[in-house]
Every structure is written in C-alpha cells, then in structure tokens.
T-cell receptor, first 115, second 115 residues
Framework: AQKITQTQPGMFVQEKEAVTLDCTYDTSDQSYGLFWYKQPSSGEMIFLIYQGSYDEQNATEGRYSLNFQKARKSTNLVISASQLGDSAMYFCAMRVNTGRRALTFGSGTRLQVQP | NAGVTQTPKFRILKIGQSMTLQCTQDMNHNYMYWYRQDPGMGLKLIYYSVGAGITDKGEVPNGYNVSRSTTEDFPLRLELAAPSQTSVYFC??????????????FGPGTRLTVL
C-alpha cells in the first residue's frame, strides 16, 4: 500500500517570497509518479506538476518546481515569487504505474500568501 | 472540449434516500475514478473502472455502487444515504497509455449533504 504524508497543516508566506511545501511518501513499488494539486476555495482540483520515479531531473513548471529526493522518499514543492492567488490547499499524491493507477493523497497543506 | 463533467453540483439528501451522481468524460479515457473528500482531508478512492464493463472497489466503497456501460459515463449510486456520506465527491479520468506521465483529470465535484 502507498502512503503520503504532509506534515504542515498550514503555512504562511509573504507575497513575492518563495515557499516550500513538504511531502514524503512510502511505497514498495519501483515505478510510480508523484503529483501536486492545488485546490482553491472554489473547490476544483488543479494539476500543478508531476515527477516520475525514474526521472533524473527535478520537475519544473513555471513558478513551481520539485525537490525530489528518491532515497529519502520526499518530493517537496517549491513555489517561487508567491502571489496572492497562490493561497489555497495543496495536495501531494502518488500513483503506482500498475494496476488501478489510482491516486493516493496526503492530507494537504493550506498556504496563505500575505501582502 | 468539456473534459470531465459532474452533475449535480450540490445536493441535500435526507437519511435513507438514494441518488445517483453523474460523471461523463469526453476524452476517450479508459480509466475512471470516484473519490470523496471529507472536510479538511485529502481525497479517498471509492471505486474505479479500467474500461467499460469493468469496475472494482477502492478504499471506501461501503454504501456505494457503480456501473460502467460506456467509456464516457461512470455514475456513482448512493443507496440509503447516511450522514457519514456527507462529503465532496470528485470524478476523475485518465488514459491507459504505457507512458507514466499522464495525470488524472478531475471534474468540478459534487457537494453532498445528508441530513
């Protein structure tokens, strides 16, 4: 079974600063994917960024980047130059690449960006 | 291209009533999923389907049923609603390609309250 742990229930960051959201995972599978989703107050799930277990480079998507440390089983999300619109819940999730390929989610981190 | 659509957006049920949550995707995805999100928590898998006619249970299937008669549609049936089923329900879909990079596309969610 897979498990995702997000240990930061809430985070504050000043506008224009960078922030790191932590995520650790546990799985015995070798082939898997790690995802981050943003959930604003409106409730929809917005896909942000993906990291594959065999990817050697850390993933980047615009202001989002991942600090992927496979040996430590962690995949922290870095948001650079925070904006007020970044205030939301952020979920880390993983999917093994066999079988049902469903996502296992962490409990989330609520990020609040302050002006 | 509508992606994943869900109806209704909101619903209030009385204890013991039944209802069907509708989910449709127009991306010709084989994999479809139902998740529930309880307040302040991450999403948990209820049921999933890997293709028309094939469904299976996820982590929290009790009190629910599904069917998959077409590629596009994956309805979730609640029988004898209970207050514990008060939650936000998300439908999602993904491809079944060999590539490991495909993400899941989420519908906007259905907010269900059982009183």
């Amino acid at each position: 079974a897979q498990k995702i742990t997000q240990t930061q229930p809430g985070m504050f960051v000043q506008e224009k600063e960078a922030v790191t959201l932590d995520c650790t995972y546990d799985t015995s599978d070798q082939s898997y994917g790690l995802f981050w989703y943003k959930q604003p107050s409106s409730g929809e799930m917005i896909f942000l960024i993906y990291q594959g277990s065999y990817d050697e480079q850390n993933a980047t998507e615009g202001r989002y980047s991942l600090n992927f440390q496979k040996a430590r089983k962690s995949t922290n999300l870095v948001i650079s130059a925070s904006q007020l619109g970044d205030s939301a819940m952020y979920f880390c999730a993983m999917r093994v690449n066999t079988g049902r390929r469903a996502l296992t989610f962490g409990s989330g981190t609520r990020l609040q960006v302050q002006p | 291209n509508a992606g994943v659509t869900q109806t209704p957006k909101f619903r209030i049920l009385k204890i013991g009533q039944s209802m069907t949550l509708q989910c449709t995707q127009d991306m010709n995805h084989n994999y479809m999923y139902w998740y529930r999100q309880d307040p302040g928590m991450g999403l948990k898998l209820i049921y999933y389907s890997v293709g028309a006619g094939i469904t299976d249970k996820g982590e929290v299937p009790n009190g629910y049923n599904v069917s998959r008669s077409t590629t596009e549609d994956f309805p979730l049936r609640l029988e004898l609603a209970a207050p514990s089923q008060t939650s936000v329900y998300f439908c999602a879909s993904s491809t079944s390609l060999a590539t490991t990079t495909d993400t899941q596309y989420f519908g906007p969610g259905t907010r269900l309250t059982v009183l």
